[in-house]
């Protein structure tokens, strides 16, 4: 077992965990945060792409995902908390926003001499929107969801969740993993590793049920059922979201999206979560709400 990877994960996590559980959503550095890690995220899957040879605008895309990302939050104040009426964003907004930055990347082609670099340059441009900004304006929405005077749960409980499954995923695999998961992909994923995590998780989500008497935030109430079933979930489709950042990378033949030691970029560290984040929100309002 990587000493130093596990390490530095806890360093992380002492910066992360009283980042999300104790600050109150209110706060502007919730939305400095929020940006920070969108802007970085962006910033790395666009240099994926670079060392692809893959055409893409990174300073459009990253503006763009940035406006995009600060209109959530604005959204996400209006709709849960009518106090904040006023320098809120509708839903219309947001998505006119969205629309918006998506036909400035088509009216961009024209102005390449060369159409065919113009169309590889707008569909890479929109794969890093979507595929950083747009996914992670859920954890913004699962941030704000609740109580402003009280911290973001809904998000740090995504994020613990992952995280935990993470670590089962790394412990089961490390020690037990035979039978591989996606060989073609990530050769050293398993599905003994998928298992601990799906282990892992369910125990968190168990002892988060417990210690919240039956709360994923104090908006959201769940029961014994559900923390099951998201405890089931959450490996499964984090998995998808490792093995999708571990495609884009296979495909440009780069290792990590950037360097901290054991752990790749802020990229690699989200990269379960992008997937996670959309799930749970989706989750919420077809079954918690």
């Not at 499954?165 to 990530?186: E, H, M, Q, V, W």
């Not at 690699?268 to 997937?275: A, G, N, R």
Request: one cysteine or more.
């Amino acid at each position: 077992m990587d000493k130093k990877r596990i390490i530095i994960a806890l360093c992380i996590a002492a910066v992360l965990i009283p980042a999300f559980s104790l600050v109150p959503c209110k706060w502007p550095i919730g939305l400095i945060g929020m940006l920070i890690f969108a802007g970085v995220g962006s910033w790395e899957f666009y240099g994926l792409l670079k060392a692809g040879g893959i055409n893409a605008s990174m300073k459009w895309g990253i503006s763009s995902g940035l406006v995009f990302v600060a209109a959530t939050w604005f959204n996400a104040l209006e709709q849960h908390h009518p106090a904040y009426n006023g320098f809120g964003v509708s839903n219309n907004a947001l998505w006119c926003v969205l629309l918006i930055v998506i036909l400035a990347n088509f009216f961009r082609i024209l102005a390449y001499p060369d159409l065919r670099k113009g169309l590889e340059s707008c569909m890479g441009t929109i794969l890093g929107l979507v595929y950083v900004p747009l996914l992670w304006s859920f954890v913004v929405r699962l941030f704000l969801l609740g109580d402003l005077s009280k911290p973001g749960w809904a998000a740090f409980y995504v994020i613990l969740c992952m995280k935990m499954a993470d670590s089962g995923g790394y412990f089961f695999g490390t020690r037990f993993g035979k039978n591989k998961l996606a060989p073609a992909i990530s050769p050293k994923k398993s599905w003994e590793g998928l298992a601990g995590g799906v282990v892992f998780c369910v125990v968190v989500n168990i002892a988060w049920w417990i210690i919240s008497k039956g709360h994923i935030n104090s908006a959201v109430p769940f029961s014994l059922a559900h923390a099951i079933i998201l405890g089931f979930l959450f490996p499964v489709i984090g998995t998808v979201g490792d093995l999708v950042e571990s495609m884009f990378k296979r495909a440009v033949d780069v290792k990590d999206s950037n360097k901290i030691y054991g752990l790749g970029g802020i990229l690699d560290m989200v990269d379960s979560i992008l997937f996670a984040a959309p799930m749970l929100f989706i989750y919420i309002e077809l079954f918690l709400k």
